[in-house]
């Protein structure tokens, strides 16, 4: 069996998800980081030279389900589908990572509770970086959960760039991971009229294309404090 492919037995008790901090980091530092990172909607892992030196709140809950998704013994990150898992390793190591200057990648890792699958953002951190040589530098991935609920208050988006009842839920189902012939599927109307509206959405949010669009989403994202409810209008 392949070393990505596991399920969700007792090898997911022991995913380490407390990560040392970077060497040269002090604990005021790691501390602000904590404080700072925490207050995302979406989950980060950090990593240099492939092995994660840094996990969020909402990252550290996401891996703790080992639902797709792990932190290996040795610190990388995993999907549990032996193609995912090539994928995912292309983009966090070596060369292959998002250098600066490049536009992020992103892909989705499948989960095997058929929940929603996980978007994730790959980019590099030139600012953490102190890189020496190309690849050398730190990469982030940003996780987001598509089946937490009230991640993201969907009203605030669509006053933010006016968008139609039809265009807010098309642009949901592509933050959740899904094409546009996926969506256009579930909101039972034809393909050549969701690009038309997905056009619409690109010219009110100012992005280029479908990931830069998710991406402007996510980073709209807002934690909810414990009990606090948010209207997600219907998809």
Known sequence: MDDADHGNGQECLTCQHNVTPRQGSTSEDHGRWNSLLDLLGVGVVVFADSRAVYVNQQADE??????????????????AKADEDRALQHLLRGPHAPSV?????????SRPSEKLPYPITISHLPILAGQKQPGSGQVAAFIRDPNHIGTIAWEAVARTFDLTPTE???????????????????????????????????????????????????????PLRSGEAVAIPPK
């Open 62 to 79: 996401i891996l703790a389900c080992c639902d797709g998704l792990r932190l290996d013994g040795g610190g990388r990150l995993r999907a």
């Open 101 to 109: 200057g490049q536009q992020q990648s992103t892909l989705t890792i």
């Open 168 to 222: 807010l839920r098309l642009v949901r189902h592509l933050v959740d991971g899904r094409s546009p012939e996926e969506a256009a599927k579930l909101m039972a109307i034809n393909v050549s009229t969701a690009r038309w509206h997905l056009k619409q959405i690109f010219e009110k949010t100012g992005a280029n294309r479908q990931t830069e669009l998710v991406r402007l989403i996510l980073g709209m994202a807002m």
